[in-house]
């Protein structure tokens, strides 16, 4: 499965890199994770619940980042296995490039999956790959406000109200952001 997509952050570079390289933050957005941490320079051990359709799974793997290049961008390797449901594999690519309005997170996303996951369809697959990555994406972007309120920064640029209810992203999936690329790697396997 290869995806791409983009999406403005209303926040710094430096604010959005400092969030995509903090396991808390990243946990706290990926609907199902229980478990993000380092357990190596540039390595993640990482836990998700998922159900999409009949099928329930726990997958748990491996986020490596490389080619790493702050604030601007990175890769993302991810590995994982979830039992009888399937596996995943893959890679990402995720950069943050200066905007008007903050920044612009773009990425692309190659995955492959096995397993009774993969058998359900790729119109479901797809759909739920899709309700993931907004999800993601809409708690990211709260967690960065928030964090940037918290700090003080009363001039971080509030959401615009007209954007509110419009799709954000325009091709799917998740960068990873580090998971996001994970998201959409476990969402297909």
């Known amino acids: 499965m290869d995806m ?3 999406r403005v952050l209303k926040v710094t570079q430096a604010q959005a890199w400092s969030a995509l390289n903090d396991p808390e ?6 609907a ?4 993000f941490e380092l357990i190596d320079n540039h390595v993640y051990s990482v836990g998700v619940a998922i159900k999409i359709g009949p099928v329930s799974a726990k997958f748990s793997g491996k986020v490596s980042l490389s080619d790493i290049q702050p604030p601007n961008s990175y890769a993302l390797h991810f ?3 979830g039992g009888v449901a399937g596996f995943g594999k893959g890679e990402s690519q995720v950069s943050l490039l200066p905007h008007p309005e903050g920044c612009e997170l773009r990425y692309t996303v190659h995955s492959s999956v096995g397993g009774k996951l993969a058998q359900l369809g ?7 790959a899709k309700s993931l990555a907004e999800d993601f994406f809409k708690k990211f972007e709260e967690a960065l406000l928030a964090q940037s309120l918290g700090a003080g920064n009363s001039a971080a640029p509030s959401p615009d109200p007209e954007d509110q209810g419009k799709p954000s992203m325009a091709v799917w999936v998740w960068p990873v952001l580090l998971l996001a690329a994970g998201l959409a790697w476990w969402a297909w396997a």
Not at 32 to 35: E, Q, R, V, Y
Not at 122 to 128: H, M, P, S, V
């Open 4 to 6: 791409q997509g983009q």
């Open 25 to 30: 933050v990243l946990k706290s957005c990926i």
């Open 32 to 35: 199902g994770c229980d478990k």
């Open 79 to 81: 590995d994982a296995q």
């Open 122 to 128: 790729q119109r479901l697959i797809d759909g739920a």
